[in-house]
Structures are given as structure tokens and as C-alpha cells.
């Protein structure tokens, strides 16, 4: 008999799964992540209060006074808008990575409105011009990458990366062209600010927030019941399709990233109209990049990614407080938590797309493959992977979730797929550095969940 | 004028690390955004062990000071790259967006890594100290030789190691069998698989030791060129430089031996708002976007000729899956 060497582990293509089980993974992912962070951060602070207490401080950052409520919907309504802004091109697989600098652009077109004609002209006038010109100024920074794109197949990731810092060093040097002597700061205009809709911090944040809603239900409907963004879905499909049904993707190409970069600029106004009132090189608080992965994380859907931008921002401004009330003097601590839920969010796709199957007889080998390859005519191998398929389906919502399977349920059921999911995760665990530690915290609460499936196979 | 040159090419080496780390990824058919992410995070990690030998210690060692730095450096780059490369490898996730996500945690890691563990009281001198005397030790005597030795010999240990790495790359890649499989692998990894060439395991030997370089870039921005001065927006401006190194692998044509031309031609570029005397205060930024407005041109450039040659691996970008025929 040959002796065929098998692969240890052998991975095929799932069916579609069901919706709630997809979000099931997705919600575990994250909850370990959180839960890493929090073991790492209440064990290392200098000033810990714990591991309760940092989830205390985490929602009383965000929801804690009214104030960071409505600081927090700003921030929400600005993300939104920003990540909305890319998914119209990336529906069409154009890698706009320029929101930043159409963001920066935006503010910039905004404060020289307010810098030049601020105080000189009636105030509602120059709100109009400063829509007007964020607008165009954010649009302009998008369609020339666009351009070169649509007639020259120019890399246009690069393209806009490049043009990030273009605009960046733009706002340096207006910004030290105004103030020479300053310290390359600029102290906020009071002239033609956007006036604010109510009292305190509400009426302050209410703008951003109406317009994000605005513009939320705007692009869902545009991407979803119109002409113009079924061509960019197909477009985003096939090239080839898209021509041969007619569409001109050029033209597609060069509308859709005005559109897109006509949003960023959008945001611009908020930011320097209503918000600050002055514009800095950091203004855009790196939206354009946590845009691009709330447009993944939220599926490209408008509405999925309003919940995104919610908890990203929850996050961030949540982490803020961490750090205060933990002691450590530096605020990039959130970029860390956020960057891990990044991981463990684009790592658990993979379990709902593809399904993982270990092969434990590798060494001895086999005349049997239990896994063939080809559709194998043999009745047992067939056989025994369906039974398979089907054990591991019904469980599959644990898989990915859980860590650091209990001895003991090898014992009890000592079948494959037991096995299966906890090499599995142990193949997932290289990811993060606290594995040890989560497996440790993770073992009191699989125990209930293995009650619980033990119920449901009953 | 000659110190001009040698800055460049002191500057310019930060730009070869990032590109020969990201040709090689590039080769195995990864595109890596996070290039800036995991160079930061070799300016932390080089930090760090540069700190561990140095730091409270009465009389330290350069040499050993040289080595941790590097290894460490290449240990915390090398560290996300194989988060990168499970990812995108065994995961099969989207690879911009995995790589965005490196470049925010690994900026946003190193700028809190250097805040809290590495620049504690005491260490700053120490680093600086450190990186005065061991990373910009030049070769005794060069001082008299004139212009070529202002040029090419006063440069620290991390300039030559660039340059020998770059090369090495280029051996690799063009005259033996792994480099040769290695390009199999980027243009077309089914062909590659049906030869019998192990495609995971060139995927991730070559993002990781990429990233591993890449980091090294890092630490020559901290240890080399910075002489060991720790700023607070040092992650911002590695960051620009990362994404300028990406961009330069168009540049040079997925080529290491054009990208120590190509990297010193950015150096220069790179350098200029700060080497040019009798210009104002706010033409500065002007002169800060000039890389960045070549790197367009350039792009633009290469796109419209379009040569065969100038062509990125064919399957860059793709995940494989080998059941996907």
C-alpha cells in the first residue's frame, strides 16, 4: 500500500453562514480582545484599579457626563461620515487612502474662508462660501488621483498616501504664513463661526450629528436604489462586465471619487466651522485611516457601519479616561486597544468564510485519507466526513470564541471535533501575545458554555 | 556640499531598509501597508535593547549595545510581521486593510511603548549617548582622506549593513534557487504549489525577515541619523517615511540593488528643507513636500511607459487558497 502523506490541516470553503451566527464569531472576537486588553492593562498600570474598574473607567470616559456623551455622537457622526465618504469607492475596489488629506483639505478651504472673509461679509454668506469651497477642496484632492486612475491605471493607493502629506504640509505652511511669529499654532477665529444650535456641548454637536444622519441615509439609499451605485457595484465586481454592459468606467470612476472626496471635505467644514474654529496638521485625527477599516468592519454597509464608528469611538474616547485614571502619560494607549480589536476582528473573518479540518493520523500513514480530496467513493470516508461537516457546523459559534477547552471535555467526548476546535484555537492563539493569560481567565467561563452545548447535542 | 551628501546617504539608508523589507514581501506577492507601522515598532524595540545594555550600567559595551539594538529592533518588527503574515497567509484576510491595521498599532504602540518603558528618567541620556558613540562610530582615520571620506566613510555601522543587505537581497533574488522560487511564488503561487514549492512557508519566511528589515529602519532613524534623540513625534515621522519607502519599491522597479540609488536620491530630497540656509519659516513645509510630490510624479511616470519590466509580481495582492481553481 502507498503510504500518502496528508496534510496535517486541510481547509475547505464553508456554506453561507447565517447571519447571526457570523455576528456571534464577530462579537466573540471583539469581547476577547477586550478582555486581553483589559487583563494587560489593569496587570501593568502604575495606578490600577483593577479589572472591573477599568471597564468603569472605559464607559464613564464615554458616557459618563453629558458632556462626553455628546463629545462622543460628534465623534461618531464625523467617523461616519468619513468612512461613508470611502466606501462609495472602495464598492468600486478603488483603494482611496487619501482621506486624510481630503479631510485636511476640507479644513483648510474652510478656515481661509473664515481667515479672509471672516468679520467683512455677512456671516451667512460666508457659511455658504465655506460649504462651498470644503466641498470643492476636498473633492479636487480626491479626482486627481482619480484621474490619473481612471486614464492611466495609476497605483492609486500610493497616489493617495502621497497626497495625504501634500495636504499636511499645505496646512503647515498656511498656517505659519498667518501666524509667523506663533508657535506654529493657530489660535481659534472668531469671526463666521457656524452657529451653535442649542445650549453647552449639545448644541455644539448637534450639527455634526444631524448632518451624519443626513448623509448616512443619503449614501444608503445612493449605493442601494440608484443607477449610479449599482454601476459601482459593478464596476467593484468586474471591470470587463461593467464595459461590456455599457457603463463608462472612467467617467464612473472620476464621479464617484468627487463624490467621495466632496464628503471628506464635508467633514472639513464640521471640523473647522463648528467644531474648532481654527485648523492644525492633526486636525483630521487619522479618520481617514480608522475610516477605512470601519468600512470593512461594517461590511461596506452604511448602517453596520454607524454601529462601527460608535464603538470605535466609544473605544477611543473610553480609553482616554483609562488612561487618566490608570496613570499612564501617554494617550496612545487607545491606537493599541483599538489596533488589537482590529486583528482579532479581520483574523475571525476567516472562520466564517473557510472551515478548518485537522488530520491526527498524519504520522502513521494511512491507506485511508479522511479527508480525500477528490469526492472519494469509499463508503466510510465519506461518511464519517459529513457526520463531520455537520458536528462542527452546529457548533460552530463556539469556534473562535472560546479558549483553553477544559481537560476534561476531551475525556468526556472524545470525539474528532472536540478535538478539532481546540487545536484550532490553540493554531489561533499565536496572534496575541496574552494567549497564556486569556486561556487561564477563559477557563472558568467554558466551562459553562460546554454545559451548554452539552445540552443542546442532548 | 560634501556633508550634504553624507546626510543624504545617512538619511537615505532609512529609506533602503523599508523598500529592500518591502521588495522582498513584495516578491512573495504581499502588498504590506504596514511597513511604517513595523518600522516604528523597530525604533521601540531598538530603543529598548539599546536601553537594557546601557542604561545604569557604568562602563557599557558598544558592540554589545550595536547588537541588542539591532536584535531587538528586528525582534519587534519581525513580531508584526507575523501577525501580518498569519493574517494574510494562513488567514487569508484582506491585505490593505490588514496592513493599515499594523500601521495603526504598530505607531500607535511604539508611541506609547517609548513614553512609558523606554524613556524613563536617565534613559534619554543614555540612548543619546549611546547613539553618538556606538552607532555613529566611524572608522578611525577617515577624517583626512576629503571629500570621499566626508562621503562614504563616516557613516555609522547601520549605513554599511544597509547597503550589504541590499545587495545580499539582490544575490538572493536574481542568482539562487530560493529567490528564484521566491519569485514563482509571487507571480503565480498555484503554479508554484503544483512544482512542489512550499508557498506558505516562503510567504512567511519572506514578510517576517521583510519586516524584520524594515524595523531595522527604524532604529537607524532613532540610534543613526537621530544620534539616539527620542522626539515625542517620532512615530509621525517614521510613519511618512514608511509610506515613502512603499512607494519607492515602484520607484526602483522591485529591484534592491536600484534602491541604494533610489533611496539616496530620497534622502536628499528628504533632507533638503533642513540643509538649505537663507529660506523663511513657513517655506519650510514647501520644501517638506517636495518627496512626497516626486513620489507622484513618479508614479504617474511609471504608469504611462509601462514597460513589461516595470510590471509588480502578478499576483500581488491576492490571497491564495489553493482549493480556489
Redesign the interface.
Known amino acids: 500500500m502507498e503510504r500518502i502523506k496528508e496534510p496535517f490541516i486541510h481547509i475547505t470553503k464553508r456554506e453561507p453562514m447565517p447571519l447571526w451566527k457570523s455576528l456571534c464569531i464577530r462579537f466573540g472576537a471583539v469581547l476577547i480582545a477586550l478582555i486581553i486588553c483589559a487583563i494587560f492593562i489593569s496587570a501593568s498600570a502604575p495606578n490600577s484599579k483593577g479589572f472591573f474598574g477599568y471597564f468603569g473607567s472605559l464607559f464613564s470616559g464615554a458616557f459618563g457626563t453629558e458632556r462626553r456623551f455628546w463629545l462622543l455622537l460628534q465623534q461618531t457622526g464625523l467617523l461616519l461620515c468619513v468612512a461613508l465618504a470611502l466606501v462609495v469607492a472602495f464598492r468600486m475596489k478603488f483603494w482611496n487612502l487619501g482621506g486624510n488629506g481630503q479631510v485636511l483639505m476640507g479644513c483648510l478651504a474652510c478656515a481661509m474662508c473664515m481667515y479672509y472673509l471672516g468679520g467683512k461679509t455677512a456671516d451667512p454668506l460666508v457659511w455658504l462660501l465655506m460649504l462651498i469651497a470644503s466641498i470643492a477642496a476636498g473633492a479636487i484632492w480626491a479626482v486627481i488621483p482619480a484621474i490619473f486612475k481612471a486614464f492611466f491605471n495609476t497605483n492609486e493607493s500610493l497616489f493617495t498616501l502621497m497626497m495625504n502629506y501634500v495636504a499636511l504640509y499645505l496646512v503647515a505652511f498656511f498656517v505659519s504664513h498667518w501666524y509667523p511669529e506663533g508657535t506654529g499654532a493657530m489660535p481659534p477665529l472668531t469671526d463666521a463661526n457656524l452657529p451653535s444650535l442649542g445650549s453647552g456641548q449639545a448644541g455644539r454637536s448637534l450639527l455634526t450629528v444631524i448632518v451624519a444622519i443626513v448623509v448616512t441615509a443619503l449614501i444608503y439609499c445612493y449605493l442601494r436604489f440608484t443607477k449610479h451605485g449599482y454601476e459601482i457595484s459593478l464596476i467593484g465586481d468586474s471591470k470587463n462586465t461593467a464595459r461590456y454592459a455599457g457603463i463608462s468606467v472612467k467617467k464612473v470612476i472620476i464621479r464617484t471619487l468627487i463624490l467621495s472626496g466632496a464628503l471628506c471635505g464635508l467633514v472639513g467644514f464640521l471640523l473647522v466651522g463648528s467644531i474648532n474654529h481654527m485648523v492644525s496638521t492633526s486636525m483630521d485625527g487619522n479618520m481617514g485611516f480608522t475610516g477605512i477599516m470601519v468600512a470593512w468592519m461594517g461590511k461596506f454597509n452604511p448602517l453596520i457601519m454607524a454601529g462601527i464608528s460608535f464603538f470605535i469611538n466609544f473605544l477611543s474616547r473610553g480609553m482616554a479616561q483609562v488612561c487618566t485614571d490608570f496613570g499612564f502619560t501617554s494617550e496612545a494607549l487607545s491606537d493599541i486597544v483599538v489596533g488589537l480589536i482590529y486583528f482579532f476582528f479581520i483574523g475571525c473573518e476567516f472562520f466564517i468564510v473557510y472551515k478548518v479540518h485537522f488530520n491526527f493520523k498524519k504520522h502513521h500513514g494511512r491507506e485511508e485519507p479522511a479527508f480525500s480530496m477528490s469526492a472519494s467513493s469509499e463508503d466510510g470516508t465519506s461518511e464519517r466526513t459529513g457526520v463531520e461537516r455537520e458536528e462542527t457546523e452546529k457548533s460552530a459559534p463556539a469556534e473562535g470564541m472560546e479558549a483553553g477547552k477544559s481537560e476534561s471535555t476531551k475525556t468526556q467526548q472524545p470525539k474528532e471535533t472536540e478535538q478539532i476546535q481546540q487545536s484550532e484555537l490553540e493554531a489561533d492563539a499565536p496572534e496575541n501575545e496574552g494567549a497564556a493569560v486569556k486561556a487561564g481567565e477563559d477557563k472558568k467561563t467554558s466551562r459553562k458554555k460546554n454545559a451548554r452545548k452539552a445540552m443542546e447535542e442532548n | 556640499m560634501d556633508v550634504f551628501f553624507a546626510n543624504a546617504i545617512s538619511f537615505g539608508v532609512i529609506f533602503l531598509f523599508g523598500c529592500v523589507g518591502e521588495i522582498l514581501t513584495e516578491k512573495s506577492g504581499h502588498l504590506n501597508?504596514g511597513i511604517p507601522g513595523i518600522m516604528c515598532m523597530g525604533a521601540a524595540g531598538g530603543c529598548l535593547g539599546v536601553k537594557l545594555c546601557t542604561a545604569g550600567v557604568a562602563n557599557p559595551s558598544g558592540v554589545l549595545a550595536v547588537i541588542m539594538g539591532i536584535l531587538f529592533a528586528m525582534i519587534f518588527a519581525g513580531a508584526l510581521g507575523?501577525?501580518y503574515a498569519?493574517?494574510t497567509v494562513?488567514?487569508?484576510?484582506?491585505q490593505?486593510?490588514?496592513g493599515?491595521?499594523?500601521?495603526?498599532?504598530?505607531?500607535?504602540?511604539t508611541?506609547?511603548f517609548l513614553?512609558?518603558v523606554v524613556l524613563t528618567e536617565g534613559v534619554s541620556t543614555a540612548l543619546s549617548n549611546a547613539g553618538l558613540k556606538f552607532f555613529n562610530a566611524h572608522i578611525p582615520g577617515t577624517e583626512n582622506l576629503g571629500w570621499f571620506g566626508t562621503i562614504f566613510l563616516s557613516h555609522g555601522i547601520l549605513v554599511y549593513l544597509a547597503i550589504i543587505i541590499a545587495v545580499v537581497a539582490t544575490v538572493v533574488l536574481r542568482y539562487t534557487k530560493v529567490g528564484l522560487n521566491l519569485r514563482a511564488v509571487g507571480e503565480n503561487p498555484a503554479t508554484a504549489d503544483a512544482v512542489g514549492i512550499n508557498v506558505t512557508g516562503y510567504k512567511y519566511s519572506f514578510i517576517i525577515s521583510g519586516a524584520a528589515i524594515a524595523g531595522l529602519g527604524g532604529l537607524c532613524y532613532v540610534m543613526g541619523y537621530m544620534n539616539g534623540i527620542v522626539g515625542s513625534t517620532v512615530?509621525q515621522t517614521i510613519q511618512?517615511i514608511g509610506?515613502l519607502s512603499?512607494?519607492l519599491v515602484?520607484f526602483t522597479l522591485w529591484k534592491p540593488a536600484l534602491a541604494i540609488l533610489g533611496s539616496i536620491v530620497f534622502g536628499m530630497l528628504y533632507i533638503l528643507a533642513s540643509r538649505i540656509t537663507g529660506i523663511?519659516?513657513?517655506?519650510?513645509?514647501?520644501l517638506?513636500?517636495i518627496p512626497?510630490?516626486v513620489?507622484?510624479l513618479v508614479?504617474?511616470v511609471t504608469?504611462?511607459v509601462?514597460h513589461r519590466e516595470t510590471q509588480p509580481p502578478a499576483s500581488l495582492g491576492l490571497s491564495y487558497?489553493?482549493?480556489d481553481r
Open positions: 501597508l507575523a501577525v498569519f493574517l494562513s488567514l487569508r484576510s484582506n490593505n486593510v490588514t493599515l491595521a499594523c500601521t495603526i498599532f504598530g505607531v500607535g504602540f508611541s506609547f513614553n512609558n512615530d511618512g509610506w512603499i512607494a515602484i523663511s519659516f513657513e517655506q519650510i513645509p514647501l517638506n513636500m512626497y510630490i513620489t507622484i508614479l504617474i504608469s504611462i509601462g487558497f489553493r482549493e
